[in-house]
Each structure stands twice: as structure tokens, then as C-alpha cells.
Nanobody, 125 residues
Framework: QLQLVESGGGLVQPGESLTLSCAAS?????????IGWFRQAPGKEREAVSW????????SFADSVKGRFTMSRGDTNNTAFLQLNSLRPEDTAVYYC?????????????????WGQGTQVTVSS
């Protein structure tokens, strides 16, 4: 019954920042759900970006975003956040959050059970 909704995308210039939100549907909680973030650019396969454990104490990041992106869990247990800093044009993509089904590595989209609809991030001068 869990549904996820991403928000916060937009058009920014290189070097600027965005905060993306991943919210659970009404009546649901992310308290026990590990969350992965993926992105997909036109003509490209879906790419793993980052992952955060259910309690927010463990995090993983792709090499391409390490040191620039951060993740956190909301205080109300129904939201997860991805902070995108020092954005580059190559970060342009639709960003998705997903609930981890723990059926494989965090970088594998097939291991996730529930996906949001995506939010567009465009980095351009």
C-alpha cells in the first residue's frame, strides 16, 4: 500500500543546489524502509545515486556524486531527502526514489519494490 512521491526538482545553474523530497503516501511510514535514489537521463539506463538505511545511520553514494550530495531522513518518519550540491550539467536527469526490497546490491534497480513518479532536475547555464 506504500506509495512514494518525489518533489523538489527544477532548473538551476551549475554550482547551485536543490533539495529533493521523497514522501510516503498518507497513512504510510518510511520508518522501517531503506530508500534508494536513482536517476535517468534521456537515452541512458537508470543509474544508482545514493541509498540510506531505515534509521538513517548508513548511507551510500555513487562515485559521481560523492562529496556533493547528502541524504537524510525526516523527523516525522514519512519523508526522505536528497540534497544536491555543486550541481553539474551531467547531473541533469529525472530523479526517482524507491523502497529497498533487499534482493540485491543497492545499486540494482531490480531490488526495489516501490518507485515514485520521478522529479526532473535540469542543470544548465
Amino acid at each position: 500500500q506504500l506509495q512514494l512521491v518525489e518533489s523538489g526538482g527544477g532548473l538551476v545553474q551549475p554550482g547551485e543546489s536543490l533539495t529533493l523530497s521523497c514522501a510516503a503516501s498518507s497513512g504510510s511510514s518510511l520508518e522501517t524502509v531503506a530508500i534508494g535514489w536513482f536517476r535517468q537521463a534521456p537515452g541512458k539506463e537508470r543509474e544508482a545515486v545514493s541509498w540510506i538505511s531505515a534509521r538513517g545511520r548508513l548511507k551510500s553514494f555513487a562515485d559521481s556524486v560523492k562529496g556533493r550530495f547528502t541524504m537524510s531522513r525526516g523527523d516525522t518518519n514519512n519523508t526522505a531527502f536528497l540534497q544536491l550540491n555543486s550541481l553539474r550539467p551531467e547531473d541533469t536527469a529525472v530523479y526517482y526514489c524507491a523502497a529497498d526490497g533487499h534482493r540485491g546490491p543497492w545499486t540494482s534497480p531490480g531490488g526495489y519494490d516501490i518507485w515514485g513518479q520521478g522529479t526532473q532536475v535540469t542543470v544548465s547555464s
